[in-house]
């Protein structure tokens, strides 16, 4: 309660990219790419209008394919996620606790875990993308609006990249969260690790290049660049960036 008024929070994977809200006598219906759904607040309950039905498949599309180990594939469409071990020939849905994967960037742990950042979410797989646990993210202070940019491990320090800001946690402690004084604020569009040097590169929406020292927390200019949702590959001292 804030001076009289009332409010109240409901979060449900299944919401994720929702377009329409229909406020009903008790319920609301909510639609979106994952479906159509009644959504209770007061008890929780989210019912999905489609389960019992057989859609037609133009009503889909592939979003996102990516490569894990042994030759793994890993499609996220509009009508759920699916893995191939046979090169793409047959597919099997992959357990996960979001039906639908809206599949932005894919990394391997030093652990040997494969991290998926989607634009609402964080997911981990501990077994080669057969299954995909929702890693909550815990933070103080404003939300993180969407994750972008990226993700990045050094030092047994997880980065993920968002439009307010970059994001860092323990490795082993993934769901605690904390933004990086030195990008509070920015949107992130591009985001790389190196291992070796322990540094990150970082892009932001202001059209800068940073490189980040992970341990000592400081942030040196590396050059002015539109940076928009761009992919970084190589070292701190000689990388490439692609923009799109």
């Not at 133009?58 to 893995?83: H, Q, W």
């Not at 742990?109 to 979410?121: I, S, T, V």
């Not at 942030?219 to 701190?236: F, K, N, R």
Request: aromatic fraction near 10%; proline fraction near 5%.
């Amino acid at each position: 309660h804030t001076q009289g008024r009332a409010s109240s929070s409901f979060y449900h994977p299944l919401l994720a990219e929702a377009e329409q809200l229909h406020l009903l006598a008790d319920r609301m219906l909510v639609a979106g790419v994952q479906g159509a759904f009644l959504v209770d607040p007061a008890r929780g309950s989210v019912t999905d209008l489609f389960d019992s039905m057989e859609l037609p498949s133009e009503l889909g599309k592939i979003k996102r394919v990516f490569t894990l180990d042994d030759g793994v594939l890993l499609a996220t469409a509009t009508f759920g996620s699916f893995r191939s071990t046979d090169g793409g020939a047959h597919w099997q849905p992959v357990d996960a606790e979001w039906n639908v994967l809206d599949a932005e960037h894919l990394l391997k742990g030093p652990d040997g875990q494969w991290w998926l950042a989607c634009q609402r979410a964080l997911f981990v797989s501990p077994d080669n993308g057969q299954s995909w646990r929702y890693v909550k993210l815990k933070i103080k202070g404003p939300h993180y609006s969407e994750l972008r940019g990226g993700i990045a491990i050094v030092n047994q320090r997880l980065f993920v990249g968002t439009k307010a800001g970059l994001l860092c946690s323990a490795l082993s402690r993934p769901d605690a969260v904390e933004y990086v004084p030195a990008f509070e604020g920015q949107s992130i569009e591009a985001l790389h690790g190196d291992a070796v040097s322990g540094e990150l590169i970082v892009g932001t929406a202001t059209g800068a290049l940073w490189r980040y020292g992970v341990d000592d927390a400081s942030a040196y200019p590396l050059a002015d660049a539109a940076v928009h949702e761009s992919v970084i590959v190589g070292t701190p001292s000689h990388f490439v960036l692609v923009s799109g």
